[in-house]
C-alpha cells in the first residue's frame, strides 16, 4: 500500500494471500468492501479511492487473520530525515541514533532497497 493518498485518487492496491483451504478475504476501506472467496496462495487487487484506514481480513471456518493498515493525507504523513557524513579516520560523530556502515557499498545497497521496497514513503 502506499503510504499517502489523496480524496479522489483510483490507486489499484493488491493483497498476497495464501490459505490451505477455501476461506473469504475481505478488503474494507473508507470507500466500500471487498469480499472474495480464496484458495491457495495468490493476489487480490483493489482500488483505494483516498485516505484513511485499509482492513484486511481472511476468515477459513472460525478461524480469523487480521492486518490493518493506515495511509495518510497528503502533508500528514511521518517524514526521517536522515544525514549522512563521511568521516576522517578518528573523527567522531553523536546523535539520537547513529547507524554505522562498514563500506559506502553496503550504503548504496540499503538505499537502493529502500527505494525499491518502500517508493512511496
Not at 484506514?53 to 526521517?80: N, Y
Amino acid at each position: 500500500l502506499p503510504a499517502i493518498a489523496s480524496e479522489g485518487d483510483e490507486i489499484q492496491a493488491t493483497v498476497d494471500y495464501f490459505t490451505p483451504e477455501r476461506a473469504e478475504l475481505t478488503v474494507a476501506t473508507s470507500h466500500g468492501e471487498k469480499r472474495v472467496t480464496v484458495n491457495g496462495a495468490g493476489r487480490e487487487s483493489f482500488f483505494l479511492r483516498g485516505p484513511g484506514r485499509v482492513e484486511l481480513l481472511l476468515k477459513q471456518g472460525e478461524e480469523l487473520d487480521m492486518s490493518v493498515r493506515h495511509v495518510a493525507p497528503p502533508g500528514v504523513q511521518t517524514v526521517t530525515a536522515s544525514q549522512l557524513r563521511i568521516l576522517d579516520q578518528g573523527e567522531t560523530a553523536a546523535g539520537k541514533k547513529v547507524v554505522v556502515y562498514a563500506s559506502v557499498g553496503q550504503v548504496l545497497k540499503e538505499t537502493i532497497t529502500a527505494l525499491t521496497d518502500y517508493p512511496f514513503g
